[in-house]
T-cell receptor
Framework: DTGVSQNPRHKITKRGQNVTFRCDPI?????LYWYRQTLGQGPEFLTY????????KSRLLSDRFSAERPKGSFSTLEIQRTEQGDSAMYLC??????????FGQGTRLTVV | GEDVEQSLFLSVREGDSSVINCTYT??????LYWYKQEPGAGLQLLTY?????DMKQDQRLTVLLNKKDKHLSLRIADTQTGDSAIYFC????????FGKGTRLHILP
């Protein structure tokens, strides 16, 4: 296992299009987190899963955003009707229970 | 809500010690973290400390925790050019909250 894997690494999309990102956590980790990071800021919490259950969602996660982790392994984050303000780095992390969280390299989204 | 504050910039001469400070509001967290982010790279977990500890040392890194003042610090001994990065303080068990990051600049 080489760590948390995110795909794609980069995504350029036109405003109004839908995008989906994938995260594959470290295999024995039951928790999976999504964060968003904009330039000059720290990562902002979006949501997290314990196994397949989504336990918390940030107010930052508008109804255009949805995340799933159907089998408790990989997760997807979908953004519908993208806006320019959605341009950011989307980071995924995983952990075993509430032990230390390891991050993937992120997916950089650019909405044009 | 929970908040994590840290200074935005720190300049240190190569070979000196760097001390990055952080204050936080959530006193219930079991884990407190330091992450490193180099340009264009992801977040690398540097070290963490349990809330029932005062200090943790790991090679050149020393983490100090003052629970009463809700203050966390990271000391990097013998700072090298490769230490140039943004350092994030983060606190939390379920929902990990990050500071805005401290950009460490190394002077020759």
């Amino acid at each position: 296992d080489t760590g948390v894997s995110q795909n794609p690494r980069h995504k350029i999309t036109k405003r109004g299009q839908n995008v989906t990102f994938r995260c594959d956590p470290i295999s024995e980790h039951n928790r999976l987190y999504w964060y968003r990071q904009t330039l000059g800021q720290g990562p902002e919490f979006l949501t997290y899963f314990q196994n397949e259950a989504q336990l918390e969602k940030s107010r930052l996660l508008s109804d255009r955003f949805s995340a799933e982790r159907p089998k408790g392994s990989f997760s997807t984050l979908e953004i519908q009707r993208t806006e320019q303000g959605d341009s950011a780095m989307y980071l995924c992390a995983s952990s075993f229970q509430n032990t230390e969280a390891f991050f993937g390299q992120g997916t950089r989204l650019t909405v044009v | 809500g929970e908040d994590v504050e840290q200074s935005l910039f720190l300049s240190v001469r190569e070979g000196d010690s760097s001390v990055i400070n952080c204050t936080y509001t959530d006193s219930s967290s079991t884990y407190l973290y330091w992450y490193k982010q180099e340009p264009g790279a992801g977040l690398q977990l540097l070290t963490y400390i349990f809330s029932n500890m005062d200090m943790k040392q790991d090679q050149r890194l020393t983490v100090l925790l003052n629970k009463k003042d809700k203050h966390l610090s990271l000391r990097i001994a013998d700072t090298q050019t490769g230490d140039s990065a943004i350092y994030f303080c983060a606190v939390g068990d379920d929902k990990i909250i990050f500071g805005k990051g401290t950009r460490l600049h190394i002077l020759p």
